[in-house]
């Protein structure tokens, strides 16, 4: 079964303060993807990656760092936390290529006060 | 970049009742999936079908690519059907574009 694991499952945060959300995978999958989930507005990509040591930009990328060190690992960083940044988080990741189903992990809700 | 567009918003439906939802996206798809998100937030793979008519267990998706629309047939609904249904749509592009979501409540 392939497992996507994501801590904290819950975090708040002081504005303007620094926020690493961690995600770990045991799947072997070469991508990884950061989305977060805001009413209304569904999925959004944050960041993805298809090999250790590189990331590459999504359709929300803005405030936001990732860092892959390696294939299991991808972090999400949030160096100046804001308001905006309140979501629920998700990792997810896929074999090959995402035509591939997404594995995802079970959410990070944040909320950044 | 890549629109996708899901009707209804939210439905409710009887136990048993068959339910239709809809995705309509904005430009070719090399891949889209189906995807469930449970009441408490997990998210799971229904099916994938870019094309033509899948079938799984009480699904059915149908998606005709030339006209950008793809739909998800649950027959015989049940309670435990309630939750969130997204799609989900990869153009040309490395990774998937999701719609809002049709929220279903399938009550006794």
């Known amino acids: 079964e392939a497992a996507v694991t994501q801590s904290p499952r819950s975090k708040v945060a002081v504005t303007g303060g620094k926020v690493t959300l961690s995600c770990h995978q045991t799947n072997n999958h070469d991508y990884m993807y950061w989305y977060r989930q805001d009413t209304g507005h569904g999925l959004r990509l944050i960041h993805y990656s298809y090999v250790a040591d590189s990331t590459e930009k999504g359709d929300i990328p803005d405030g936001y760092k990732a860092s892959r060190p390696s294939q299991e690992n991808f972090s999400l960083i949030l160096e100046l936390a804001s308001l905006s940044q309140t979501a629920v988080y998700f990792c997810a990741s896929s074999d090959k290529s995402s035509a591939e189903t997404l594995y995802f992990g079970s959410g990070t809700r944040l909320t950044v006060l | 970049g890549q629109q996708v567009q899901q009707s209804p918003a939210s439905l409710v439906l009887q136990e048993g009742e068959n339910a239709e939802l809809q995705c309509n996206f904005s430009?070719?798809?090399?891949?889209l999936q189906w995807f469930y998100q449970s009441p408490g937030g997990s998210l799971v793979s229904l099916l994938s079908n870019p094309s033509g008519t899948k079938h799984t267990g009480r699904l059915t998706s149908t998606t005709v690519t030339k006209e950008r629309r793809s739909s998800l047939h649950i027959s015989s609904s049940q309670t435990t059907d309630s939750g969130t249904y997204l799609c989900a749509i990869e153009d040309s592009g490395t990774y998937q574009r999701f719609g809002t979501g049709t929220k279903l409540q399938v009550v006794p």
């Open positions: 430009s070719t798809a090399t891949q």
